[in-house]
Each structure stands twice: as structure tokens, then as C-alpha cells.
């Protein structure tokens, strides 16, 4: 149980580091809110290889190029379903702020996370 939790806090890190660079994405750059949340959602999966490489699941016995790959495709996919939502949303509710999106749409690719991380890429 204690891998989920650290899971949950590496995945709130992540989020923070998402929804921080959207916000500056948005406010510093003439990005609008569908490609500032393509380079969010790459700047967070960095920021969580890292944490769930080194306090989650632990550096599997893979090499570091063979793991980032793996950790990369996993995280892909799960993104793009966080984006699918991440836009419905936005496309549904245009008044809605985009870091509300975000917020909905995290959790959804989370859970998906877990799975893929701790089966594909950390397994022992």
C-alpha cells in the first residue's frame, strides 16, 4: 500500500508541475490552451519518471535508456487520454478555466498510470 501512496504523491507533484507550467505557458507565451497542455504534459512526465524512478517503484533492473523509453510509452498513452479529456471538456464548457480541465482530466490518467508503471516499466 505504500507504493500506492507514494504513487499518489509523486503523481500530486506532477500535477503541480502540470498545472505551473500550463499557468506560464498561458500567461507568458501566445500558446492558447491546447498546445500550452501538450508541453505541460511533457514537462510533468519528466518531473514523475524522476520521483516514481526514485521513490515510487525504485530504478527497475532495465538500462536508464530502455526504462525512459518504457516509462515514455506508458506515459504517452495515458496523456493522450488525459488531453482527449483535458479538450472535451474545454470544447463542452468553453468558460471553464483550463486548469480546471486539468483537474478533471488527471485523475482519469492516473489511475491509468499506476497500472502501466508498475506492470511495463518498474515489474520486477
Do not use: K
Not at 113 to 122: A, I, M, P
Amino acid at each position: 500500500m505504500s507504493r500506492l501512496v507514494r504513487f499518489v504523491l509523486a503523481g500530486g507533484v506532477g500535477f503541480v508541475a502540470d498545472a505551473a507550467a500550463l499557468w506560464l505557458l498561458l500567461a507568458v507565451t501566445p500558446l492558447g490552451p491546447f498546445v500550452a497542455r501538450v508541453l505541460s504534459i511533457g514537462f510533468a512526465l519528466c518531473v514523475t519518471w524522476q520521483i516514481n524512478r526514485h521513490l515510487t517503484f525504485s530504478p527497475s533492473s532495465r538500462g536508464v535508456a530502455q526504462e525512459g523509453a518504457r516509462y515514455g510509452g506508458v506515459g504517452i498513452a495515458t496523456s493522450i487520454v488525459n488531453y482527449l479529456i483535458y479538450c472535451a471538456i474545454l470544447f463542452a464548457l468553453p468558460a471553464l478555466p483550463p486548469l480546471a480541465a486539468l483537474a478533471v482530466a488527471s485523475p482519469v490518467a492516473m489511475a491509468l498510470s499506476f497500472l502501466g508503471y508498475s506492470r511495463l516499466v518498474f515489474d520486477r
